[in-house]
Nanobody, 130 residues
Framework: QVQAVESGGGLAQAGGSLRLSCAAL???????????MGWYRQAPGKQRELVAD???????HNVDSVKRRFTISRDNAKNTVNLQMNSLTHEDTAVYYC?????????????????????WGQGTQVTVSS
């Protein structure tokens, strides 16, 4: 019901920067509330891992490997989360996935249903050359 759409990936030189964006989209008339948004990444042959996340109130958490280089931010009004990546290294090369968690309300014939949701984006490739 809620989908995450990423953009901003691409090729960067070592030491360069990229900015990733992710927008939460839903069908018109759907009511949802975002509790947290995060960025994960998956390098070839490795498991998907958390990079950074942020709550709707703005509390952030970054893993140590990116804490001084990446900055996560959000725009609640636009249902968007961003990841500013600076001082990129070859080790940052991965597919980056957006994850959005919250609640969604749907109205049935005789009831209102509120469910938790967790939506993953399709991923955006980030490649950093040496």
């Amino acid at each position: 019901q809620v989908q995450a759409v990423e953009s901003g990936g691409g090729l960067a030189q070592a030491g360069g920067s990229l900015r990733l964006s992710c927008a939460a989209l839903a069908a018109s008339g759907t009511t949802f509330s975002i509790n947290a948004m995060g960025w994960y990444r998956q390098a070839p042959g490795k498991q998907r891992e958390l990079v950074a996340d942020i709550t709707s109130g703005g509390r952030t958490h970054n893993v140590d490997s990116v804490k001084r280089r990446f900055t996560i931010s959000r725009d609640n009004a636009k249902n968007t989360v961003n990841l500013q990546m600076n001082s990129l290294t070859h080790e940052d090369t991965a597919v980056y996935y957006c994850n959005i968690r919250g609640t969604i309300a749907t109205t049935g014939p005789a009831e209102l249903t509120i469910d938790d949701f967790s939506s993953w984006g399709q991923g955006t490739q980030v490649t950093v050359s040496s």
